[in-house]
């Protein structure tokens, strides 16, 4: 679990054009089902297939 800031600034500084493709790519991955968005501490949570529930 990271908070979304700190996964923008990690994209950002990473990946060529991190920023622009940082909130498509973290969409898609809700989409999918793969992370969870925590409003209450704007963090996102890995809920992939090798995450215990």
Same mark, same amino acid.
């Given at each position: 679990m990271d $908070? =979304? +800031?700190v996964l923008r600034k990690f994209a950002k500084k990473s990946v060529a054009g991190g +920023? !622009? @493709?940082f @909130?498509? #790519?973290l969409n898609f991955? =809700? @989409?999918m089902? @793969?992370? $969870?968005y925590l409003?209450?501490? +704007? #963090? !996102?949570e890995y809920m992939?297939?090798?995450e215990a529930v």
């Open positions: $908070e =979304y +800031d +920023d !622009v @493709l @909130l498509p #790519a991955l =809700y @989409l089902g @793969l992370i $969870e409003p209450k501490t +704007d #963090a !996102v992939g297939p090798n």
